[in-house]
């Protein structure tokens, strides 16, 4: 049966939630679930934006053909080629054979790539501000690339003032019979899958992102409409100044993110007293996670939130502990920046992991390491404990 949602009186979503799936991106634990978003636009000419994943194909299907009510689809708008919005595609032309496309050269070229299709007249290419008059709804196109795929778009309607951004301000989670932000205890239950969903799939792309952000100060925006989670029709310019900090690698507050490893709790141990230490020396926001045992995900959210990093780390075959490298790597992957970072390596007949960590903090940018490098061997002795307290002093 369908269901679907109005945005406006001639906008509705036909999206769809998916609670079932375990891992998004077959990498990322979502464990509040997941919304594919697709808005139908009712004017003189109907126009689809995006489709869905195939995960919730029936259900989009349905929701199209309930809203459009036997009229027929005169266009679909492709913001984005990934296929937990395309998947559909294909489909979707068999169904309404009249329907024309509307994508940038480079949305045409990943189309071809997924689903063999000879597009010909339904093709329409647009480029950054070429507008496309429904009737009574103008849209523009805004070119978003890299925001977090090349052939990103994003439309604006200047009728209803709705922003379709993508992926932009979108969120892992489902809606709860909902489609508002102001609908949901955004900040309470939302931020931190916001947050974990954009330093882990945009976060690499903070200058992209912040040129998207420039564009949009001239646009006069009543809603923004993503690809993922609630609309946004309030509070918007909070949300912005969310994306505006992540995509500058600011933090949004003070705190210091103990991450370690440890096989048999000597370092856990180390981490412990520091993050005892710190507490009494009065720090806030000291959150202390092992590595095995938290996905890299949410370690990676952690570090975009505060200011300050410990890693502690025992040696491993000469190098970094393997938990510890992935979520190293993953960090400079994401073009992690600007934090103050502390090390504890742990050994116990060659320490070496200190060395390495080192290594892969400096070619990272704007990363301060705080001395000294705390050594253990083996276990926290008194002079080790006196470099941990010499350390917990430069974190603050
Ligand atoms: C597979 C493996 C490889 C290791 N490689 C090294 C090494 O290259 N150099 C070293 O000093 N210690 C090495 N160790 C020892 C641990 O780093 C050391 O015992 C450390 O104190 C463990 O800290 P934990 O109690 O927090 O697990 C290795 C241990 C294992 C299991
Ligand atoms: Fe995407
Ligand atoms: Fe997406």
């Avoid at 960590?357 to 070619?363: D, F, T």
């Amino acid at each position: 049966m369908y269901y679907t949602k109005k945005i406006t009186d001639s906008v509705t979503w036909v999206g769809g939630v998916d609670r079932r799936l375990a891992l998004f991106e077959n990498l990322f634990p979502i464990e509040n679930g997941v919304s594919y978003n697709s808005y139908l636009i009712m004017d003189d000419k109907t126009a689809l934006l995006d489709t869905a994943d195939s995960a919730i194909s029936l259900q989009f299907f349905e929701n199209v053909e309930h809203t459009l009510d036997g009229r027929s689809l005169d266009y679909l708008i492709v913001n984005h080629m990934e296929p937990d919005h395309c998947a559909c595609i294909g489909e979707l032309i068999r169904r309404y054979p009249e329907m024309k496309i509307v994508g940038n050269a480079q949305t045409f070229k990943f189309i071809k790539q997924f689903f063999d299709v000879e597009l010909g007249e339904k093709a329409v290419t647009v480029k950054e501000g070429d507008k496309l008059s429904l009737g009574t709804h103008e849209l523009s196109f805004y070119m978003a690339p890299m925001v977090h795929w090349p052939e990103v778009m994003a439309t604006y309607d200047a009728t209803e003032k709705i922003l379709f951004s993508a992926d932009a301000f979108g969120t892992f989670g489902a809606m709860n019979g909902t489609i508002f932000n102001d609908e949901e205890d955004f900040e309470g239950e939302w931020l931190d899958d916001a947050r974990r969903y954009y330093s882990n799939i945009v976060g690499k792309y903070g200058p992209q992102v912040q040129a998207v952000l420039k564009k949009l100060k001239g646009l006069d925006i009543a809603m923004i409409a993503p690809l993922h989670g609630p609309v946004w029709r309030s509070n918007i310019d909070w949300f912005i100044d969310k994306y505006d900090k992540w995509s500058r690698y600011e933090a949004e507050e003070q705190g210091i993110v103990i991450a370690y490893a440890s096989m048999y709790g000597d370092t856990a141990n180390a981490a412990d007293i520091l993050a005892g230490e710190l507490v009494e020396q009065g720090a806030k926001n000291v959150k202390v996670y092992d590595v095995s045992k938290t996905h890299v995900s949410k370690l990676i959210s952690e570090v975009f939130k505060y200011s300050n990093l410990v890693i502690a780390c025992p040696t491993y075959n000469n190098g970094i502990y393997p938990a510890m490298h992935e979520f190293i790597n993953d960090m400079k992957a994401l073009g992690i920046q600007g934090r103050k970072v502390g090390i504890i390596e742990n050994g116990t007949w060659a320490p070496a992991a200190g060395k390495a960590i080192r290594a892969e903090l400096e070619s990272m940018k704007n990363i301060e390491i705080v001395e000294p490098v705390v050594t253990i061997r083996s276990a926290l002795q008194s002079d080790s404990r006196t470099q941990l307290e010499a350390l917990a002093k430069g974190m603050l």
